[in-house]
């Protein structure tokens, strides 16, 4: 006689290897730094404890977090910032084909210009400050954000649209609860590749011109080849968006609870 | 309940730079609570006739109300959003959300266990119920229904039908139905309207000889959709 595995059980068996793989592919990346901290030396390569213990003594001094969170408060004012302002350009480019010509040809100028040129003329016109950094990232990650938003309104299904229209449900319904739920999903992996984004650019702009955050933190360690400096900064900023990507995650899994529903 | 006219009502679509006319001087008055059914052939125009009635599409002609439309629509598919619950999407129809109405509705229609249900966990049939619970609880003076069981097998979309004929008792309104079906036309309609191959013309208008309510046990009844079949083809 033929056995049939039950379905729930194989279903949760399959749970428990998805996180065992999870923990090998963390695991993968500790003994890879471990190893090759070990074979390049701890000077070139500080290990794992090395690391934690300097993160440690930075906390004491109170410098850890005066870094951090200035590069932190720059990432999430332009992450924001462009998340609101990619939210209703992108909408409105793709809702209305006049808008999208109009603003197309800047859409297409902000995608293409380098990104260092956009960070080097920030900071000749505004000038060395809080602003220009903050406004060159905006200037970076906006155009992706108003693309990708552009593209979800654009495949937005018509005929849901057309229902609350014909039952004459007022605009503010029609945004809340027509649009923006077919928009999620797009917004969320937009709010998610931008914020990534957003990080990496912020501290491309402090490299350049601030006198605190982690890109300024990293400059000074890589004059004085202090790799202990680098890597403390730069692990404790990738666990905080890492743990920020993880709320977004969620958010986006909350949004779409209703998929699972078979 | 509402009565409506149109007079040379036309309709063109611009494809491809080129005018494509849909729907060519369409002349009908329809009385206050008089259920009309639009037949015609697949791509004559009805179920944009039906978006003209709606105000969804724009079009030349007169289009006249005897009063303001409150209008409850029944499309092919259900049109459910798959991210509300029945319940939910019941009450995002109304002006003023109210439990109770949406509750009555769902009982009436036999969904009363499903109301935290999402749309994908419910049958075709079981959505295309919501679908006319939903166009019928707003108390709309005008109903139009756009080939609502077709996408059901013959025996589901009978027994839809015997019971829409029910649900409709509890709303006194003027029906425009679009259908391809002969028999739903004959079941349902005090006045079938045949329309021609696109662009769509009304080739003839036709008084349902039978009273309401119809069975489908009446073999008068098959015997007058034949009629219509020979009709359709005439046209």
């Known amino acids: 006689m033929r056995y049939v595995e039950p379905f729930v059980e194989r ?7 998805l996180w065992l793989g999870r923990v090998a592919s963390l ?23 090395a690391t934690l213990e300097y993160i440690g003594q930075e906390w004491k001094r109170g410098q850890l977090w005066l870094h951090v969170g200035a590069t932190l408060k720059r990432v999430m004012l332009a992450f924001l910032l462009a998340m609101l302002l990619g939210l209703v350009l992108g909408a409105w480019m793709g809702r209305s084909r006049l808008v999208e010509v109009l603003l197309g040809a800047w859409v297409a100028l902000g995608l293409a210009l380098p990104r260092i040129l956009i960070i080097v003329a920030a900071y000749l016109v505004v000038g060395l400050n809080e602003r220009a950094a ?65 990080w990496k650019m912020v501290v491309f702009v402090e490299l350049l011109g601030r006198s605190n955050g982690v890109g300024y933190q990293i400059a000074f360690y890589f004059n004085t080849f202090e790799m202990r400096g680098i890597l403390a900064y730069g692990i404790v900023m990738v666990l905080l968006l890492v743990a920020l990507d993880g709320l977004l995650y969620l958010a986006a899994e909350w949004s779409g609870r209703w998929r699972g529903r078979r | 309940m509402i009565g409506l006219s149109l007079s040379q009502l036309s309709k063109r679509f611009l494809v491809k730079g080129r005018e494509v006319p849909v729907l060519e001087q369409l002349n009908l008055q329809v009385r206050p609570g008089e259920r009309i059914a639009l037949l015609g052939p697949s791509g004559c125009g009805k179920s944009t006739l039906l978006n003209i009635l709606t105000g969804l599409e724009p079009a030349e002609g007169r289009l006249d109300f005897s009063q303001p439309p409150r209008i409850g629509y029944v499309f092919q598919e259900a049109r459910l959003l798959p991210w509300l619950t029945l319940e939910q999407n019941l009450l995002l129809v109304q002006p003023r959300p109210d439990k109770g109405i949406v509750w009555g509705w769902l009982q009436r229609v036999g969904l009363a266990g499903y109301a935290s249900y999402f749309p994908q966990q419910l049958s075709i049939g079981m959505q295309q119920r919501a679908a006319v619970a ?30 829409l004929v029910g649900w409709l008792e509890a709303v006194p309104a003027t029906v425009i ?27 003839r208008v036709e008084e349902v000889p039978f009273p309401r309510p119809r069975t489908y046990e009446d073999p008068a009844l098959w015997t007058y959709s034949r009629h219509l079949v020979g009709l359709l083809e005439a046209s």
């Open chain 1, 11 to 17: 279903k949760g068996r399959r749970s428990e290897v």
């Open chain 1, 27 to 49: 695991l993968s990346i500790l003994f890879a730094w471990l190893f090759f901290s070990a074979w390049l030396g701890p000077t070139v390569l500080p290990g794992p404890a």
């Open chain 1, 134 to 198: 903050v406004l060159a990232v905006l200037l970076i990650i906006l155009p992706n954000v108003v693309v990708q938003i552009q593209e979800g309104v654009r495949s937005l299904d018509g005929r849901l649209i057309q229902m609350a229209q014909a039952f004459r449900l007022p605009p503010r319904r029609l945004w809340w609860r027509v649009i923006l739920p077919q928009l999620a999903p797009f917004f969320w992996g937009t709010a998610r590749s931008t914020l990534s984004l957003a």
């Open chain 2, 134 to 163: 939903r166009a019928l609880l707003i108390r709309p003076n005008l109903v139009l229904l756009d080939e609502p069981f077709s996408s059901l097998d013959e025996l589901t979309a009978q027994h839809m039908r015997q019971e």
């Open chain 2, 177 to 203: 139905l679009v259908t391809h079906n002969p028999l739903e036309a004959a079941y349902l309609a005090d006045r079938v309207v045949l329309l021609s191959k696109a662009p769509g013309r009304i080739c």
